[in-house]
Every structure is written in structure tokens, then in C-alpha cells.
Nanobody, 125 residues
């Protein structure tokens, strides 16, 4: 069974940077898994933040984070990352990583089979 675990959240101030990590375990073929980062703020729907392909490493970002967030992967460590710079109060949410071998669009939750428990990121103004 694939297991997914996020880490790296916390309380920061506007303008700060945070890196989230996501470790995927339970499979040997980590490089065949695409990865997405999602977030959910109170009383809001879960939204796609970023995606990285398993095929060619291509990436996609939500417009709200474009230019501030960077997704990456280290296949040797079975780990994905989300570097978040210039954080804003509206970035406050629980951040989830998700993974699957069959992802086409990237930023839609229904495409992913395995999810982490989430890590809270709170940005104060």
C-alpha cells in the first residue's frame, strides 16, 4: 500500500518562505508517480496548487501561486517538495500532497489515488 506523508508546515509571517516535503513509501517505482500539491482553507473547497509529471518532469501551477511556488522531486529520496516564497495571508490552508500513476490534468483532486494527512500552513499579516 502506498503511503504519503507531508511535513514542513507551520506559522510564518507574510513575505516569509516555507518548504513542504512529501515522502512516498510502499512502492519501488517512485519515478512512475506524478505528484500534486493541494490546499484547503476553512469553508473553501480543496484546490490544486501545483503538479509535477512523472513522465517528463513538467509542472503546472495555480494562477494564485505562479511565480511564488516551485514544485520539485527527488526520485532517489522518494520525496516531493513545494518551495513557497513570498507567502501571503491568503495562502493559509491545510496543504496536502497526493500521488498517482495516472494523472493527465494535474490540478484536479479526482485524478489522485493516494493522499497524505495534510500539514497546516498559517501566514500572519
Amino acid at each position: 500500500q502506498v503511503q504519503v506523508e507531508e511535513s514542513g508546515g507551520g506559522l510564518v509571517q507574510a513575505g516569509d518562505s516555507v518548504m513542504l516535503s512529501c515522502v512516498v513509501s510502499g512502492r519501488r517505482t517512485f519515478d512512475k508517480y506524478a505528484m500534486g500539491w493541494f490546499r484547503q482553507a476553512p469553508v473553501k473547497e480543496r484546490e490544486g496548487v501545483s503538479y509535477i509529471s512523472n513522465a517528463d518532469g513538467s509542472t503546472r501551477y495555480a494562477n494564485s501561486v505562479l511565480g511564488r511556488f516551485t514544485i520539485s522531486r527527488d526520485n532517489a529520496k522518494s520525496t516531493f517538495y513545494l518551495q513557497m516564497n513570498d507567502l501571503k495571508p491568503e495562502d493559509t490552508a491545510i496543504y496536502y500532497c497526493a500521488t498517482s500513476t495516472d494523472v493527465t490534468l494535474g490540478l484536479l483532486p479526482y485524478e489522485y489515488d493516494y493522499w497524505g494527512q495534510g500539514t497546516q500552513v498559517t501566514v500572519s499579516s
